[in-house]
């Protein structure tokens, strides 16, 4: 049995370091991922078990990820390869090109993402696949109408079986501007809102996705008493729901941010750890490390404001480091937690 099974896209994301994508002259290359990114971070912070489900063109681009994937000790027994007839006409692998930004210039992400061997994938029935958590999002379920469809049958086929089904709305507007907007957007994420335990976003997410809008609320001041009223809203209208969390973050500059999160059960709201000035190197990926920091709380059983403590402080972490994906240990998320500063370790 797997601690949590994840379903979503696999690209290979291309880094110019401290420059920028349109003058680089080399990257370095690295796998992410929205749903991937946690069963990463489950497995290489917490040391939990985790699979990906996720598809490729079979040729040397797909093998690469592969490759990465098995670097990240992830699970690979459920990924699908689609042949590959030589210039991605029927399938191809997706590419991410991201800057990190700096002080006044944000960050940017430029996709390549069309078409992809994944938004193809079909067909995933959890009566064959044993796990605690079922974890996918919004990217995935944008994808395609494919994905939409499956990310729907997924989360039903999760659910039936007793698996904890967790996800991430994660809006991306470019993934929905040709194929219905925020209308169609709605439309998916409410329906498998049906199916789902624990939903994770932030104030965009909700918003987009869901419709709810949070009530005297900017980037630059977040209103934590609007989105209690918000996480109220959800509940009644889920009560499925078993657990709401929200990233809260606010955006100073590029390389400084806001960053706490709240956490609900539908009886009570836990505020978490602040970090009120995050001095941060690559916030791609944070949201995903929050996710997989919350579920490793779940997972083991902690208390649910530990549980949210690990989620902030674990992707605290991830923003200091470069990639998608988190480099911190365990030892580092708890030292965070108990108040451990900077100072060198020798």
Known sequence: MFDLV???EVMLRFDPGEGRIKTARSFNVWEGGGEY???RGLRRCFNMKTA???AFADNDVGRLCEDLILQGGVDTRFIRWLP??????????????????????????????????VSQIRDIDFRDIKTRFFHTGGIFAGLSDITAETAIAAVKSARENGITVSFDLNYRPSLWKERGGLEACREVCREIARYVDVMIGNEEDFTACLGYEIEGNSF?????DGYEKMIDRAFCDYPNFKIIASTLRTVKSAGVNGW?????????????MEFPTLE?????????????GLIYGLLTGKALDSALNYGIAHGALAMTTPGDTSMASLA???????????????
């Open 6 to 8: 994840a379903l979503g």
């Open 37 to 39: 990114n946690v069963a």
């Open 52 to 54: 990906i489900i996720t």
């Open 84 to 117: 590959f007839d030589g210039i991605g006409r029927a399938a191809r692998n997706g590419l991410n090109f991201v800057e990190r930004g700096f002080g006044i210039r944000g960050a940017k992400s430029v996709s390549d993402r069309a078409y992809t061997a």
């Open 220 to 224: 630059s001041d977040l209103n934590l």
């Open 260 to 272: 706490t999160a709240v956490l609900s059960d539908g009886k009570n709201l836990y505020r978490g």
């Open 280 to 292: 941060i190197l690559d916030r791609v990926g944070g949201g995903d490390s929050f996710a997989s």
């Open 332 to 346: 580092e998320v708890e030292a965070v937690i108990t108040g451990g500063g900077a100072r060198i370790a020798r």
